[in-house]
């Protein structure tokens, strides 16, 4: 299947992260984790997230795939 990960980095530190596979965003700072808790808790904030799966990712894979195959 396909994963669509968005990930926010300060000074090249990664500090939050949204997993599609998760369904939910994971802190790796205290700020993420602040962020991550506020975040997980709005039905609107992961409804848009997982639709950026299948607007951005899922149009894109089968864009890229069908130029791959034309290829063979």
Do not use: M, P
């Amino acid at each position: 299947g396909i994963e669509y990960i968005d990930s926010y980095v300060f000074n090249k530190a990664e500090y939050v992260r949204f997993n599609s596979t998760v369904g939910r965003y994971v802190g790796y700072t205290e700020y993420g984790v602040k962020n991550a808790e506020a975040w997980n808790s709005d039905a609107g904030i992961l409804g848009q997230e997982q639709a950026e799966l299948e607007r951005f990712c899922k149009h894109n894979a089968d864009l890229h795939y069908s130029a791959i195959l034309d290829k063979t």
